[in-house]
C-alpha cells in the first residue's frame, strides 16, 4: 500500500486538466486550505457518493492511563474529524475487498511451494479495478 501526496495529487491535475504545475498546485492548496477552514469552523463538508467530513466533541475524561507509569492521566474534551464515506467509495471498497478473499482462497487452495513460486503466486493476483470518476459515470 502506497501513500498518495499532495504533490502526487497535483501530477494528477496536472495531467488530467492540463494546468502547469504552478496552476495545479495553486488549485490544491487552496481545496486543501478551504478544507481546513471549513472543518476548524465546525462546518459538514459533503461530497455526494464520496463523503462527508463532521467535526464531532469529545467528553473530558479521567480515566486513561499513562501506560509507562500507569498513573491515571485527564484528557481534555476536545473536538475532532470523522469521516463517513458515500455510497460510491463504499461499493468501490467492498468490491475490491471480495476480490482480495476470492484471490486468497484461490492461493490457499494451490498447492504452496516455499520460496520465489509461492511469492510469485501474490504477485502475479489481479490488481482491483480503479474507481470511476464522477465523469466516467455520467
Do not use: C, W
Amino acid at each position: 500500500m502506497s501513500t498518495v501526496t499532495k504533490a502526487d495529487l497535483v501530477k494528477i491535475v496536472v495531467a488530467e486538466f492540463g494546468y502547469s504545475k504552478t496552476e495545479a498546485g495553486q488549485y490544491v492548496d487552496a481545496f486543501f486550505e478551504s478544507l481546513t477552514e471549513s472543518i476548524v469552523n465546525g462546518q459538514r463538508i459533503e461530497a455526494r457518493g464520496f463523503g462527508a467530513f463532521t467535526v464531532k466533541q469529545t467528553n473530558a475524561k479521567a480515566g486513561a492511563r499513562n501506560p509507562k507509569t500507569g498513573e491515571r492521566v485527564f484528557v481534555p474534551a476536545r473536538r475532532k474529524v470523522a469521516f463517513k464515506p458515500g455510497r460510491i467509495l463504499r461499493e468501490a471498497l467492498a468490491g475490491s475487498g471480495e476480490k482480495e478473499e476470492q484471490q486468497d482462497s484461490e492461493v490457499d487452495n494451490q498447492v504452496q511451494t516455499p520460496g520465489a513460486n509461492h511469492r510469485a503466486n501474490h504477485l502475479n493476483a489481479e490488481a482491483p479495478k480503479p474507481v470511476q470518476s464522477y465523469r466516467q459515470r455520467a
